[in-house]
């Protein structure tokens, strides 16, 4: 499927000769501006941890190797997008335009990971205060 895409995306953009689109188009992030929403596929912290608390740790883990696949999928096109700056004249140029639009593409994905770090810390201290707050029931229970 990466690979579907990465081809899509190349052909794209060798059509649209632009080195950024590339890069754009295999992160999913819109092509004229980076993405400043917050992490939409993020899972609601409150209403699940309320519902499943053991669940928590499988999201995040699932979500991380999506971040994982998509971050692969911008390097790999990086890569493929350096290949063909190596064939034109004004190396560096295109080189800094690939950097740049990786390093655009790459934004969102660090500020989900950044909300999921957040997120399995909070679930952390919750589960940590559970079993204080156990111990604290058993010591008092026995004299």
Do not use: H, Y
Not at 35 to 51: D, F, T, V
Not at 112 to 137: F, V
């Amino acid at each position: 499927m990466v690979l579907g895409l990465l081809t899509l995306c190349a052909a794209q953009a060798q059509s649209a000769q632009e080195p950024s689109k590339l890069l754009a188009l295999a992160a999913g992030v819109p092509f004229t501006a980076p993405s400043s929403a917050p992490a939409q596929n993020l899972p609601q912290s409150n209403a699940q941890s309320a519902s499943n608390p053991d669940a928590l740790p499988e999201t995040i883990t699932r979500q991380r190797q999506a971040l994982a696949l998509q971050r692969s999928a911008i390097e790999q096109a990086e890569a493929t997008q350096q290949a063909v700056c190596w064939q034109k004249f004004a190396v560096n140029a295109c080189l800094t335009e690939a950097r740049r639009a990786r390093r655009q593409a790459l934004e969102p994905l660090r500020q989900q990971e950044l909300a999921l770090n957040a997120q399995e810390r909070l679930w952390r201290t919750e589960q940590r205060e559970r079993r204080l707050q156990g111990k604290q029931s058993d010591t008092r229970e026995t004299p």
